[in-house]
């Protein structure tokens, strides 16, 4: 669907243009700027929380969204990986922010560099399959994420409950976090060490998955097992 669904024609298409919103050909080599100011809105928070936290004495609630070990791929690499293999519309990032927005707003959570992977596959997947038209299954965007298909089972009912299911995104909303962004876009930040993400198992995420068949039910990868 794209951005089309939340009303190009308002009076910020001007901005949906400057993101990559609009009409993008998968045959650019350069991403929509939607990825990198996503990813650099998410650094700063991720480098706030944990400065924050090293400086009291608490060391934050861990969650099932909670990696163990030090992340591998930065934030930006994690997310154009997700563009690269889901094939989703770029919109879908913005509503997945929009997602993700609620999330901390709902709960306790703090966003750090050993869970803020597993919050975005959870929250990019949902956006996919309520923005676009087709979809993969969870399968597929598992190893797309680097993590096994029970455990992104997992991480979207519990990111759901969290939200109470609501999911909705109405065109204002979308052109309120779209103007949000793209006045990020314009703050330069200077990030001393780069956010990783974490590699599950086998080097699973630096892999490369372009070799994947379709099935009936979704898609099959023979580039991994989990």
Known sequence: MGADGFGTKSAISKTYANMGLNQYDRGDKAHPKILSILAS???RSVQKNEKALKG???????TVFHGTRAPVLTVQQYIERIFKYSNCSPSCFVVAYVYLERFLNLTDFLLTSLNVHRILITSIVLAVKIVDDDCYNNAYYAKVGGITTPELNKLEMKFLAALDFQLHVSVEIFDKYCLQLEKEANVKLQIDRPIRIFAWGKGLINKD???CSPTVGGYTCRAFKV
């Open 56 to 62: 009291s004495k608490e060391r934050g609630v861990v």
């Open 209 to 211: 998955i372009s070799n």
């Open 41 to 43: 809105v998410l650094e």
